[in-house]
T-cell receptor
Framework: DQQVKQNSPSLSVQEGRISILNCDYT??????FLWYKKYPAEGPTFLIS?????DKNEDGRFTVFLNKSAKHLSLHIVPSQPGDSAVYFC?????????????FGEGTQLTVNP | SQTIHQWPATLVQPVGSPLSLECTVE??????LYWYRQAAGRGLQLLFY??????ISSEVPQNLSASRPQDRQFILSSKKLLLSDSGFYLC????????????FGAGTRLSVL
């Protein structure tokens, strides 16, 4: 049972435009959501997170939106840069989960073209 | 600041051989520790996590085991590797609090031939 899903395996955008990466989840107990960025042969790097008490969190070029009723979150990157090309994972956790486990989506490969 | 070290970066092992991957964290105490595997073209699968020395929880039954002999050391092992054990193995740590962020090591690319 895939509780966190990223339905788009890849996304290609032009430099300077907006990149929108989407993520859906099924477990209503999830209350904290994170986005990670991963380059090939490296570990994922934390980008931005959002708590379920908020619907938006912004950090520089990165904004995460959360729609709890739709169980959907998205990551917006504006403006997109070639260095943003990487695999992006969304992840979710439930308060009180033993060990604070994260459930990851399958990832979306973002390619930003110069 | 906290750092996480994972080694080796790449490893090629024959089927049936043993495995030992090590992960250490510096700059923090009593972290939660995690082992993940990323198979080719797939997401991150949690294999083991630990909230303290000697405390290991297994997420997926398999050919692997984990141990935490010291507070900031996490070891992934196998007595006999299978071809299906090939993948990219990642160690991560987090503070033992809610709404935590996990920080990942650089990973180990394991090829079982």
């Amino acid at each position: 049972d895939q509780q966190v899903k990223q339905n788009s395996p890849s996304l290609s955008v032009q430099e300077g435009r907006i990149s929108i990466l989407n993520c859906d989840y099924t477990n209503s107990m999830f209350d904290y959501f994170l986005w990670y960025k991963k380059y090939p042969a490296e570990g994922p790097t934390f980008l931005i997170s959002i708590s379920s008490i908020k619907d938006k969190n912004e950090d520089g070029r990165f904004t995460v939106f959360l729609n709890k009723s739709a169980k959907h979150l998205s990551l917006h990157i504006v403006p997109s840069q070639p260095g943003d090309s990487a695999v992006y994972f969304c992840a979710a956790s439930a308060l009180g989960t033993s060990g604070s486990r994260l459930t990851f989506g399958e990832g979306t490969q973002l390619t930003v073209n110069p | 600041s906290q750092t996480i070290h994972q080694w080796p970066a790449t490893l090629v092992q024959p089927v049936g051989s043993p495995l030992s991957l090590e992960c250490t964290v510096e700059g923090t105490s009593n972290p939660n520790l995690y082992w993940y595997r990323q198979a080719a073209g797939r997401g991150l699968q949690l294999l083991f996590y630990s909230v303290g020395i000697g405390q290991i929880s297994s997420e997926v039954p398999q050919n692997l085991s984990a141990s935490r002999p010291q507070d900031r050391q996490f070891i992934l092992s196998s007595k006999k590797l299978l071809l299906s054990d090939s993948g990219f193995y990642l160690c991560a740590w987090s503070r033992g609090v809610a709404k935590n962020i996990q920080y990942f090591g650089a990973g180990t690319r394991l090829s079982v031939l």
